[in-house]
């Protein structure tokens, strides 16, 4: 049961122009978001978070949208550059209860931005 | 900087041999938590831990087993190594401040089964 889902295995882009990758859920539970960016053979990296009380969250040339009715966020690279080429995760958690602040993953999506 | 530190980058080890992979966090973070990462599954939590000598099972536990004894470090132990626990093994921490869930992530160990 896949909670959170990245549907795009890959995606291509030309420097300078805007990267859109998108993320979906389903556990209504899920109220905190995050970007996680990985460069082969690194851990992933912290890129950007939103809370479930915002539908925007704004930084440099990243921007995350949270649209809670579609149950959907996407991230905005603009402009792209060659060294955002990496895989993106998508993460979700619950911060209530018990959580413990436990993430639930995406598949990830491979970005390859062209010079 | 957070600064998340695992004992090796890279591991080859034969099938039935017992496995055991080191994760350091300098931040006095109260979580940590082991994921193995596999091309199209994404991050998939093992286990992870809110408290020393506290553990409680992932998503995917079978074959593995940890061990926290002091806040700074957990490790995760291969009872019986087999091929298909040849990953990648990425540990992480956070803390309980804030939100709470951000998660800082060491380098991981790639290991290979044979």
């Given amino acids: 049961d896949q909670q959170v889902k990245q549907n795009s295995p890959s995606l291509s882009v030309q420097e300078g122009r805007i990267s859109i990758l998108n993320c979906d859920y389903t556990n209504s539970m899920f109220d905190y978001f995050l970007w996680y960016k990985k460069y ?11 809370s479930s009380i ?18 959907h ?26 959580s413990y602040g436990k993430l639930t993953f995406g598949q990830g999506t491979i970005l390859t931005v062209h010079p | 900087d957070v ?10 080890k034969r099938t039935g041999e017992k496995v055991f992979l080191e994760c350091v966090q300098d931040m006095d973070h109260e979580n940590m938590f082991w994921y193995r990462q596999d091309p199209g599954l994404g991050l998939r939590l093992i286990y992870f831990s809110y408290d020393v000598k506290m553990k409680e099972k992932g998503d995917i536990p079978e ?3 940890v061990s926290r004894e002091k ?12 091929t298909n626990q040849t990953s990648m093994y990425l540990c992480a921490s ?9 998660q800082y992530f060491g380098p991981g160990t790639r290991l290979l089964v044979l």
């Fill in chain 1, 40 to 50: 082969p053979a690194e851990g992933p990296t912290f890129l950007i978070s939103i």
């Fill in chain 1, 54 to 71: 915002k539908d925007k969250n704004e930084d440099g040339r990243f921007t995350v949208f949270l649209n809670k009715s579609a149950k």
């Fill in chain 1, 73 to 98: 966020l996407s991230l905005h690279i603009v402009p792209s550059q060659p060294g955002d080429s990496a895989v993106y995760f998508c993460a979700a958690s619950g911060t209530g209860g018990t």
């Fill in chain 2, 3 to 12: 600064k998340v530190t695992q004992s090796s980058r890279y591991l080859v």
């Fill in chain 2, 63 to 65: 074959g593995y087993s």
């Fill in chain 2, 71 to 82: 806040k700074e470090r957990f490790s995760l132990i291969l009872e019986s190594a087999s």
């Fill in chain 2, 94 to 102: 956070s803390s309980n401040a804030g939100f709470g869930v951000t």
